[in-house]
């Protein structure tokens, strides 16, 4: 019997319709058009309006245009893995809100939280349940409304992030197409670095971190570039080694979005050409768990059967990792 694989066999993304500009946000803080994109390569970012919405409404424009490409229901959908940060409350989780918006009523589901890295790590968990033969259909949703966790009178945050979400159906496999391998670390030391300082129980909310604005991104820029472009390219690196892949090999590279920067250090360290890089960061910025699946969404019609694609990314807490999968359809 050949080894099951879980495959992509359908991906689909979502924007919001508002764009934020540098120059809007030359009037917001103290900075410029220049200096924005010398240092992340982002021009504008998509930003999510409107009273009540959350992560799961963009989702639910997400999910529905994956499905219908599939030709599915919902109903078929056996597990959703909800990549977020940026959770519609607490509790529920937001898997089990989208499910009930979008009709998915014989799945079961559950939120996770690796920062940027999450999409990657829900990729792997959900693979496993396919591989397992436990489900015929697992749902990867990857989403965040940044905007509603940035401080937009700090220019070392609110210049970088963006609101989107994508997914991925992930359907078994037999003929070697599918998630290859992954390599998936974190190191909780590096939480100093990027964090969100309240809100959670250790700090819950009160009057007191909300007077302090602590309920927002906060990051040491400098530290954390040190290690994500180290890292990052690293893990990529790793995993062709592994499987003993050449950049020849390579058909795309789809790098998490977080800096222009650090996406050409990690093509550099592959010995890949920037004509093998997805990157969409200068329109639709840093979407945490949303970056990889939209490139997925938006360059979906150059992929081909049996493509060799590289996934890599870099979060907060730290967390990163690499995927290395082929295409399947």
């Given at each position: 019997m050949s080894k099951i694989?879980?495959?992509i066999?359908?991906v689909h993304?979502y924007?919001?319709?508002?764009?934020?500009?540098?120059?809007?946000?030359?009037?917001?803080?103290d900075?410029?058009?220049?200096?924005i994109?010398?240092?992340?390569g982002?021009?504008?970012?998509?930003?999510?309006?409107?009273?009540g919405?959350?992560?799961?409404?963009?989702?639910?424009?997400?999910?529905?245009?994956?499905?219908?490409?599939?030709g599915?229901?919902?109903?078929?959908?056996?597990?959703?893995?909800?990549?977020?940060?940026?959770?519609?409350?607490?509790?529920?989780?937001?898997?089990?809100?989208?499910?009930?918006?979008?009709?998915a009523?014989?799945?079961w589901?559950?939120?996770?939280q690796?920062?940027c890295?999450?999409?990657l790590?829900?990729l792997t968990t959900?693979?496993?349940?396919?591989?397992?033969?436990?489900?015929?259909k697992?749902?990867v949703?990857?989403?965040?409304?940044?905007s509603?966790?940035?401080?937009?009178?700090d220019?070392?945050?609110?210049?970088i992030?963006g609101?989107?979400?994508g997914?991925?159906?992930?359907?078994?496999?037999?003929?070697?197409y599918?998630?290859?391998?992954?390599i998936l670390k974190?190191?909780?030391?590096?939480?100093?670095?990027?964090?969100q300082?309240?809100?959670?129980?250790?700090?819950?909310?009160?009057?007191?971190?909300?007077?302090?604005?602590?309920?927002v991104?906060?990051?040491?820029?400098?530290?954390v570039?040190?290690?994500?472009?180290t890292n990052m390219?690293?893990?990529?690196?790793?995993?062709?080694?592994?499987n003993?892949?050449?950049?020849?090999?390579?058909?795309?590279l789809?790098p998490h979005?977080?800096?222009?920067?650090i996406?050409?250090?990690?093509?550099?360290?592959?010995?890949?050409?920037?004509?093998?890089?997805m990157?969409n960061?200068e329109?639709?910025?840093?979407?945490?768990?949303?970056?990889?699946?939209?490139?997925?969404w938006?360059?979906?019609?150059q992929?081909k059967?049996?493509?060799?694609l590289i996934?890599?990314a870099?979060?907060?807490g730290?967390?990163?990792?690499s995927?290395?999968?082929?295409?399947?359809?």
């Amino acid at each position: 019997m050949s080894k099951i694989h879980a495959a992509i066999t359908a991906v689909h993304g979502y924007v919001p319709d508002y764009v934020l500009t540098n120059k809007e946000l030359e009037s917001m803080v103290d900075t410029s058009d220049e200096w924005i994109v010398a240092r992340t390569g982002i021009k504008e970012r998509r930003i999510l309006k409107g009273e009540g919405l959350g992560t799961s409404d963009m989702a639910v424009h997400a999910v529905n245009g994956l499905l219908e490409k599939r030709g599915i229901g919902a109903e078929e959908i056996e597990l959703i893995i909800f990549c977020t940060t940026t959770a519609d409350m607490p509790f529920p989780a937001t898997a089990n809100i989208l499910a009930e918006k979008i009709g998915a009523t014989n799945a079961w589901g559950y939120d996770l939280q690796a920062a940027c890295s999450g999409f990657l790590f829900g990729l792997t968990t959900g693979s496993q349940f396919i591989e397992s033969g436990k489900h015929k259909k697992v749902l990867v949703v990857g989403g965040d409304r940044m905007s509603s966790i940035i401080n937009y009178s700090d220019r070392t945050t609110c210049i970088i992030f963006g609101d989107g979400c994508g997914a991925v159906l992930l359907e078994p496999n037999e003929e070697g197409y599918g998630v290859i391998d992954s390599i998936l670390k974190s190191d909780g030391s590096g939480r100093p670095f990027l964090h969100q300082k309240a809100g959670g129980s250790a700090r819950p909310a009160s009057h007191e971190t909300v007077d302090r604005n602590e309920h927002v991104v906060f990051q040491e820029g400098k530290a954390v570039f040190k290690f994500a472009v180290t890292n990052m390219a690293e893990a990529a690196a790793d995993i062709m080694e592994r499987n003993e892949l050449t950049a020849e090999d390579v058909t795309w590279l789809v790098p998490h979005q977080a800096n222009k920067r650090i996406i050409d250090a990690t093509a550099s360290r592959m010995g890949v050409g920037p004509e093998k890089v997805m990157i969409n960061i200068e329109k639709y910025g840093n979407t945490t768990n949303g970056t990889i699946p939209l490139c997925l969404w938006e360059w979906e019609s150059q992929l081909k059967k049996g493509d060799t694609l590289i996934l890599a990314a870099f979060g907060g807490g730290f967390t990163w990792g690499s995927v290395y999968l082929r295409w399947a359809y």
